[in-house]
């Protein structure tokens, strides 16, 4: 059974940080890409990073460029999201994400509010 539990949201100050934590269980970890998505109320998901197998594999959405490094811990599992100079547009409810055979799993997601 896929697992994706996100963790590390909260609220922050602009301009702080935030590391954002994907937990995977359930499939072949080291042999799949893994996304960030947010989302806020209204709007679509929208990509915000993806990591390949090879950790110098990654995406960053126009948006966030810059202020994002994605990457991934095959031995634990784990994908991270280090987020710097957050700006209250940044808030929304983060998602990790991966395709697996054919299917999307969606982890439960984590709220990030930036505001002072």
């Known amino acids: 059974q896929v697992q994706l539990v996100e963790s590390g949201g909260g609220l922050v100050q602009p301009g702080g940080s935030l590391r954002l934590s994907c937990a995977v269980s359930?499939?072949?970890?080291?042999?799949?890409?893994i996304a960030w998505f947010r989302q806020t109320p209204g709007k679509a998901r929208e990509l915000v990073a993806a990591i390949g197998t090879g950790a110098d594999t990654t995406t960053y959405a126009d948006s966030m460029k810059g202020r994002l490094i994605i990457s991934r811990d095959n031995d634990k599992r784990m994908v991270y999201l280090q987020m710097n100079s957050l700006k209250p547009d940044d808030t929304a409810v983060y998602y990790c994400?991966?395709?697996?055979?054919?299917?999307?799993?969606w982890g439960q997601g984590t709220q990030v509010t930036v505001s002072s």
């Open positions: 359930g499939f072949a970890f080291s042999y799949l890409p």
């Open positions: 994400n991966v395709d697996y055979l054919g299917r999307k799993y």
